[in-house]
Nanobody, 121 residues
């Protein structure tokens, strides 16, 4: 059974920082792209950042100068370091992990339940 679990969200003042973590657990035959989406109330889900197995990163333009995505393959973990947070960053952040498992031998995106981030003015 694959579990994707995020942590690190919370309440922070504008200008502050948070570090999100996401661990993909379960039997793993291959872990490809991992990353983060976010969704604010009344808005569409948007890709925040992603990182491939080869450590190639991609960011939304709105966060590129402020956020950094990284991964630790030994721990099946992806991180999102968020600096200089703004109120418009407020959203639920969802981790995804593209994984191949013994049960399903093809790459499938697995999703976490989300961790809320609230940035106050």
């Amino acid at each position: 059974q694959v579990h994707v679990v995020e942590s690190g969200g919370g309440l922070v003042q504008s200008g502050g920082s948070l570090r999100l973590s996401c661990v993909a657990s379960g039997i793993n035959l291959g872990l490809n792209t991992m990353g983060w989406y976010r969704q604010a109330p009344g808005k569409q889900r948007e890709l925040v950042a992603s990182i491939t197995a080869g450590f190639v990163t991609n960011y939304a333009e709105s966060v590129k100068a402020r956020f950094r995505v990284s991964r630790d393959n030994a721990k099946n973990t992806v991180y999102l370091q968020m600096n200089s947070l703004k109120p418009e960053d407020t959203a639920v952040y969802y981790c995804f992990a593209e994984m191949m498992t013994l049960e399903n031998r093809k790459f499938v995106n697995y999703w976490g339940q989300g961790t809320p981030v609230t940035v106050s003015s």
